[in-house]
């Protein structure tokens, strides 16, 4: 695979961060410029990070967070170039996140049961949720909404919504009607977005999607017209009506055409390119999608090498 820029080791990455990160800062003026064809369509994360989850703010800096010790890694998208904001620890993983308008990074924290609230300025831990007691689950992605940060949880048919912007009660949103929990062991509840009309939220679960009362939590399966299912659905983008669904080890992004109230989807289209490798989530800035590529079929060791790769709309 050709890379734009040399591929930094973990331990290189570490060393260099708070380097890195004082040039990605000193460069905000330019900030809300569009990319254009000149910005790297695809750059390098350190050996071993195992990446899951992407969020792009308003300014052009991706944050990508790591299975594999739950820290986050900042990169320019403008020079492809970044380093560690928030330092990793044993134990913890960092899989979907968003960034609010405010600088505060959520974060899901997979089998820790967790929610974070990260500064994504300093990188400093603000807050730490625990968002059950369950034995075994897994924190998978989180949408930021109105009021709330709302988080999937794989292994039980529950979101958790969490306060945003303080401190404060997190509701525990049970999910029922047509809602299908996969078998115990096996993940259910995936990505997730605000339907259109900011009412409910709309949330992947085994090949399937689901628009779910935020009130009652009660959920109806979308009517899917193009394809039977978005197997391996992982990843969510709306833009709008269009719906973006990241299959993740099928390689595809599918484009779908929300119907009204969004109780159907129509496919639109498929992306496709040779640089997916289980892509897992993807987040938008300008007219790109950006995915990391986790890998999940390559073996997953502190050499294993890891990328991020943009996507044109």
Request: proline share 6%; hydrophobic share 40%.
């Given at each position: 695979m050709t890379r734009n820029h040399p591929r930094p080791s973990r331990r290189s990455v570490l060393g260099g961060a708070v380097a890195a990160l004082a040039v990605a800062a000193g460069t905000t003026g330019t900030a809300q410029a569009a990319p254009g064809t000149d910005w790297p369509a695809e750059f390098p994360l350190p050996d071993g990070w195992l990446p899951e989850g992407i969020t792009i703010g308003s300014r052009p800096y991706a944050y990508m967070g790591s299975r594999a010790d739950g820290a986050i890694y900042r990169t320019d998208l403008r020079t492809g170039r970044g380093g560690v904001l928030h330092q990793g620890t044993a134990g913890l993983a960092s899989i979907g996140l968003k960034l609010d308008r405010d600088g505060l990074l959520y974060v899901a924290g997979g089998a820790a049961g967790t929610a974070r609230i990260?500064?994504?300025?300093?990188?400093?831990?603000?807050?730490?949720?625990?968002l059950t007691r369950d034995a075994a689950p897994f924190i998978?992605?989180?949408?930021?909404?109105?009021?709330?940060?709302?988080?999937?949880?794989?292994?039980?048919?529950?979101?958790?919504?969490?306060?945003?912007?303080?401190?404060?009660?997190?509701?525990?949103?049970?999910?029922?009607?047509?809602?299908?929990?996969?078998?115990?062991?096996?993940?259910?509840?995936?990505?997730?977005?605000?339907?259109?009309g900011g009412r409910g939220l709309i949330v992947v679960n085994a090949g399937q999607l689901y628009r779910v009362d935020l009130g009652t939590g009660h959920a109806v399966k979308v009517v899917l017209e193009g394809a039977p299912d978005v197997a391996g659905g992982d990843g969510l983008v709306r833009l709008g009506r269009t719906l973006y669904v990241v299959q993740n080890r099928l390689n595809k992004v599918t484009v779908w055409e929300l119907g009204r109230k969004a109780a159907t989807a129509r496919l639109t289209r498929t992306i496709t390119d040779p640089r997916f490798d289980v892509p897992t989530t993807a987040a938008r800035h300008g007219d790109r999608l950006y995915l990391v590529n986790a890998r999940f079929t390559s073996p997953q060791t502190p050499e294993t090498t890891f990328d991020a790769v943009a996507v044109p709309l």
């Open positions: 990260v500064d994504a300025r300093t990188g400093e831990l603000l807050t730490t949720y625990h998978n992605d989180v949408v930021l909404h109105e009021d709330r940060a709302w988080f999937t949880d794989s292994r039980a048919a529950v979101l958790h919504g969490v306060p945003r912007g303080r401190r404060g009660e997190v509701r525990a949103l049970p999910l029922t009607g047509e809602w299908v929990q996969a078998p115990a062991g096996t993940n259910s509840a995936n990505g997730l977005v605000a339907t259109p």
